[in-house]
């Protein structure tokens, strides 16, 4: 047999090549399957006649998107929305973009991921708790695994010419899947993204991550991972760049900062030595002032009273001071180098001249600041895990006091006195559906090409559903029928892009539940009514023979309705529902309504998953015997 030649071989590996990447194209623009064949096939070439369908490209000069999140921060946490954390970078952004103050997230990580990136309400995608095996339920509000016909905002992208990228937290993979046995379909390239470098749960340790690129576990380099997750997403844009300069990018970048363990190098928590010494009385006092100062909120606030469950921090020893300052420190320092990292990426985009043509989101916590960490701090014991005394705790804390941030301290979470600091000017914490302090996070929307009056303030009301929304008009993209040949549901969010040009237009999102665990609310044209239910997760990890905050009846009938009007008291100060009882019930209805459509019941609190009540399997059946 004759040796090909050199040409030959060059000519067969380029045809190789060019039916590699024809069918890679089919494979990425799967809407292209769906339009009939255009040609002619006779018996031969001769009298056949070729087809082909056009390369789907964005329209030249769109712009790239970056989508970024935070998680656990709080809303009074940065210093660009009044904190006394300095996030340098953040503060950039919005002195040249938007800043919005009445944006709102679902109260919990994975359930905000989901509305985020399918532009539906959580419980509508199926994501009313986590994908955890614990945490999920077999019912269609609470299941953990995102429907088909409900596509992400990447698979959008991607099919309409853009390279879709994912770093960081991912969360919405369910835990029976996230081996590297798969299945695959609802991992992060199976939603949409043409590279992840993250973890798919909601926590991991930052220097020893369950580490995963696209759909395989791979072994940390031993640096915190927010650098990695940095480095890997410059790597993947200075590539797709090189490749293809003229196609724009999504990159989605969620940082797992400052979600538990607060871990991060002392040159970064040592900047903040004895700035927390005063406490976190005097912390909520001074940001609140700064928010007033910035315009965050209105001049007349007033900050609501310390929860009764906190202690003055003027009556604590002194040791506990200590303790608790150093928490603190270590939470700021964690929270500025995450900003940095941030900045790294942003750099990277101004030096390869692509940040002016780049629409960048930068939405600050997936919910409000945890209530996670005890009220005495948490370094490395589960918070449900045999609950001990408030001196058992304090003194195991004190003894480790130097592990703080360490990779050794592998729960690091600061006290709910610096939470509730955290969230001002806000009452309550992350997982509270029914308060703004565990819903409302600042958001920043840059992109000075084509949004004017840099540094202002908008008010109207939003939430992560309506970033899908927003993104999609400011493009020009419709939301598609079909995504892969599947029908697509309705979206529920609201475009915000009518704010961009006007800081007086009246709000277009004028209704929006919430539900988590048993806390729940609703809002409507600035009237709320809310619910704070027990047990919550405070409750249910206290010592037995420990003081419990509120009735702990586990009966929704007898939860107590509370009724705020935003629009004079934005930090629900003032329960309102004795003095207008027919707008209470106006909304309870409303909320009948909205968990009816949205597949919010069964109600399902944190009870009922710490006593092991959802999450019942049938047993496993052969394949052969399910297809009968």
């Known amino acids: 047999m004759k040796t090909p030649s050199k040409n030959t071989t060059g000519k067969f590996t380029l045809l190789l090549a060019g039916l590699f990447a024809l069918n890679f194209a089919s494979a990425q623009n799967i809407t292209q399957q769906q339009q009939p064949f255009q040609g002619v096939v006779g018996k031969t070439l001769a009298d056949s006649k070729e087809a082909w369908t056009a390369t789907i490209k964005a329209p030249k000069g769109a712009p790239n998107v970056l989508l970024i999140i935070l998680d656990d921060v709080g809303f009074g946490a940065s210093s660009t929305f009044g904190g006394v954390i300095r996030t340098p970078n953040f503060d950039t952004l919005a002195s ?12 919990i990580c994975a359930p905000t991921r989901a509305a985020l990136l399918t532009g539906r309400n959580h419980h509508y995608v199926h994501m009313g708790g986590f994908a955890h095996t614990s945490l999920s339920a077999g019912f269609p509000g609470y299941d953990g695994r995102i429907p088909s016909d409900k596509g992400t905002i990447a698979e959008i992208l991607r099919e309409n010419g853009y390279n879709t990228f994912a770093v960081g ?9 996230a081996t590297d046995a798969g299945p695959f379909d609802r991992w992060p390239l199976g939603k949409g993204f043409d590279h992840f470098f993250g973890f798919l749960g909601s926590q991991t340790d930052q220097y020893q991550p369950d580490l995963v690129e696209d759909n395989a576990h791979v072994t940390p380099d031993g640096r915190n991972l927010n650098t990695q997750i940095t480095d890997k997403a410059i790597f993947y844009l200075t590539r797709q760049h090189k490749a293809a300069p003229d196609k724009p990018f999504f990159l989605y970048y969620a940082p797992s900062a400052t979600h538990a363990p607060h871990q991060v190098a002392k040159e970064w928590s040592d900047q903040y030595k004895g700035k927390f010494d005063g406490g976190w009385d005097v912390f909520r006092e001074t940001v609140f002032a700064n928010q007033k100062k ?28 200590k303790l608790y300052a150093r928490f603190m420190e270590v939470y700021a320092g964690y929270l500025t180098y995450a900003d940095n990292e941030v900045g790294r990426l942003i750099t990277y985009l101004k030096t390869s001249k692509q940040l002016d043509n780049t629409l960048v989101y930068v939405i600050i916590g997936d919910n409000g600041a945890s209530k996670e960490g005890t009220f005495n701090g948490d370094i490395d014991r589960s918070v449900f895990r045999n609950p001990v005394s408030e001196e058992e705790n304090i003194k195991h804390n004190l003894e480790k006091i130097g ?9 690091t979470n600061y006290p709910l006195g610096w939470a509730q600091a955290a969230n001002t000017p806000f009452k309550y914490w992350k ?38 929304p927003t993104t999609l008009e400011y493009l020009g993209i419709n939301p598609p029928e079909y995504i892969r040949g599947i029908k697509q549901d309705t979206l529920q969010g609201t475009s915000l892009v009518y704010s961009f040009k006007d800081a007086n237009s009246p709000s277009k999102h004028k209704t929006q539940y919430y539900y988590i665990f048993g806390s729940r609310s609703v809002y409507k044209d600035g009237w709320k009514a809310e619910v704070y239910h027990h047990p919550d997760v405070i409750d249910l990890s206290r010592p037995k023979t420990g003081t419990v905050a509120g009735p702990v009846v586990n009966n929704f009938d007898t939860d107590v ?24 019930n106006e909304l309870k209805a409303l909320y009948d309504d909205q968990a009816k459509k949205y597949h919010i019941y069964p109600f399902i609190d944190w009870e009922d998953v710490l006593k092991g009540r959802i999450h019942h399997l049938p047993k496993e ?8």
Do not use: M
């Open 431 to 468: 997982e509270d559906a029914n308060s703004e302090g565990g819903t409302r996070n600042p958001l920043i929307v840059y992109y000075p090409k084509g949004i004017k009056n840099a540094g202002s303030i908008r008010t109207q009301y939003g939430h992560v559903i309506d970033i899908l």
């Open 294 to 321: 910035l315009g965050i909120i209105p001049a007349n606030a007033v900050l609501p009273e310390r929860n009764p469950d906190i202690k003055a921090w003027k009556s604590l020893p002194e040791d506990e001071r």
């Open 169 to 177: 937290k991912y969360g919405l993979t369910p835990d029976e899947d």
């Open 621 to 628: 059946q052969p394949a052969s015997s399910q297809v009968n």
């Open 96 to 107: 040249l973009g938007l800043k919005y103050t009445n944006f709102h997230t679902c109260a």
């Open 561 to 584: 309705w509370e009724l705020y009007d935003l629009k004079t008291d934005f930090n629900e100060r003032i329960n309102v529902a004795d003095k207008y009882p027919e707008k209470l």
């Open 403 to 411: 592990e703080i941030g360490t990779p050794d301290a592998k729960q």
